[in-house]
């Protein structure tokens, strides 16, 4: 059976994409990081969703990129915006992609897995470098001159089935794959109980393509 | 004054690019990783060189690669050889040097520094494809299109000051900066102590290195 390194994060993109990862016949091996952000919330949506699609192992992994700070996420003293920013916003944790992708890419080779899934999106996106085609399309390059696996004539793909979807073709596709959206934590600012706060950013994005693929948002807002 | 992220193992190698970083007048935030590694020896090296050569700042990053396995140097099942191998040994940690410089990457753009200094040797080296100056140019390309730095036209530069020197040149460059040897940890299977087992092949190209350079071998080796 065709093996991938599936990256969740517990957000409504990542559990879309282990969907189709599992619907295309890969066995799953879900990898998610406690990386210093703001709330674990969305660490345990990760851990559901994990489980209820059937990933063969999930692994989260420690890693304090708030050592470094930096980024709305990992610094507490940042606020998270509740207005839409011009340019790249505070949200963005430096080379955040680029780590987690680099750690998946050395679990795949080890695990002799043909594929690395990402639920990056270049569409109904935040502005993020480390989310675009052509940064997909550097990363596997690199990717396949610093493997073994890549140097022997057999290298690790990147799939990224999201990056020309919209929100809402998202969240179709989902649903007719069985995803429950309402165990999935995507707002920045999410309680301990992984209710979303309804202004940031992710959650203006996440709220936007429900409306407009016209299907009931069962996300689960604070009261 | 202009500031780099130099990837400081504890090794000669490294040792060495972190002397030259600090002689063209960079100030220097050395990064190491305690990874999963055999031993620990060469981060008290690492920290012994920041603290000794005038690092601004050590950072000592927790990430278990070892929870992967998949190479002799996280996983203890697998031994480190004392002969030389055909094609990549197994000493090889999957997309190592891929992940380390996707941290350091983060923590340069955080820091608003210019640089990157990774000792990478592609001469008297072990086979790694992550070592080449392929993969450098690679990664370089990818870390443009990745960061937030690199969107807004001041990208980061990866610096390989040894990637085209012998061992013997190492040293000699390394000598003539004050580097001291002897509280550097080359060795894949050091004790405790950081005593070199001098079997192994980071033992092998050290020595010879030395041999060449017509300098005395300072390395502490178990009796």
């Known amino acids: 059976m065709k093996k991938a390194v599936v990256l969740l994060s517990g957000g409504m993109d990542s559990a879309t994409v282990l969907a189709m990862a599992i619907a295309q016949g890969y066995a799953c091996y879900a990898l998610s990081f406690r990386y210093g952000q703001r709330h674990t919330a969305e660490l345990q949506a990760a851990l559901e969703q994990a489980q209820r699609q059937g990933a063969v192992r999930h692994e989260i992994i420690d890693l304090d990129l708030s050592r470094f700070g930096g980024s709305a996420l990992t610094d ?51 502005g993020y470098p480390d989310c675009r085609p052509e940064f997909i399309a550097a990363f596997q390059t690199m990717a396949n001159l610093a493997t073994k696996t890549g140097v022997e004539g ?70």
Chains 1, 2 share one sequence.
């Open 76 to 126: 507490d003293r940042i606020e998270v915006p509740t207005s839409p920013t011009q340019g790249i916003p505070v949200t963005y944790v430096p080379a955040r992609n680029t780590v987690f992708l680099s750690i998946a890419l050395g679990w795949a080779e080890v695990l002799g897995a043909q594929a690395i899934f990402i639920g990056v999106n270049a569409v109904d996106y935040s």
């Open 154 to 223: 057999a290298p690790i793909t990147l799939h990224t089935p999201l990056i020309a979807l919209t929100k809402a073709d998202i969240i179709r596709e989902g649903i007719r794959l069985g995803v429950d959206y309402s165990a999935t934590v995507t707002c920045y600012a999410a309680n301990a109980q992984g209710e979303a706060c309804g202004e940031c950013d992710a959650c203006r994005l996440r709220s936007k393509g429900f409306e407009e693929a016209e299907l009931a948002d069962n996300t689960r807002y604070v009261a």
